[in-house]
């Protein structure tokens, strides 16, 4: 059953259809609260949707997919609908995702980053356990490696006006 409602679906703010402007809107929300753009790898997504009053957030995909984080090595499974109370620096009550640890996949219920910052983030479970990792181990690739070209661009643009 869905805990998206079609009331909570017209409290909306943002509700967005299609995976490329539901890809590029959850990357934009992740840095807007001061989380790493690679935390949420869905596919194939087809709804989104924020409710800036509450800090709603709704992800929708055709199926759950399950994703390696290559830095720490961690399998990570998204359900085909994920959900959670955002708000800076935090993901709370979130539903959807789990993740492998030893032989047991365990549910992650909180994800947030140390206030002052401190390079790392912290995923916690319902139990109460949680484990820390660096932060850049959830960076997005993609727009990391585009932001390196992007400013090595403008660094060769710069050099081209001084001449």
């Not at 703010?13 to 490329?20: F, I, N, R, T, V």
């Not at 997919?65 to 609908?81: D, N, Q, R, W």
Request: charged share 30%; with cysteine.
């Amino acid at each position: 059953m869905s805990l998206v409602t079609a009331e909570i679906k017209s409290k909306a703010d943002e509700l967005y259809h299609g995976d490329g402007i539901c890809q590029e809107k959850s990357k934009k929300l992740l840095t807007e609260i001061s989380l790493p753009n690679g935390l949420l790898p869905l596919k194939d997504m087809e709804e989104c949707g924020y409710v800036k009053e509450t800090g709603f957030v709704w992800l929708k995909q055709k199926k759950s997919t399950t994703h390696k984080f290559e830095k720490i090595g961690k399998l990570v499974s998204y359900a085909p609908e994920v959900t959670a109370y955002v708000e800076n620096g935090k993901i709370k009550k979130l539903t959807g995702v789990k993740t492998k640890e030893l032989l047991v996949w365990v549910s992650l219920s909180d994800i947030y980053v140390d206030d002052p910052p401190t390079g790392k983030i912290t995923f916690k479970t319902p139990s109460g356990l949680f484990r820390t990792f660096p932060a850049s181990a959830f960076e997005n690739e993609e727009a990391a490696n585009k932001d390196v070209k992007d400013k090595k661009e403008v660094k060769e643009a710069k050099g081209a006006v001084e001449v």
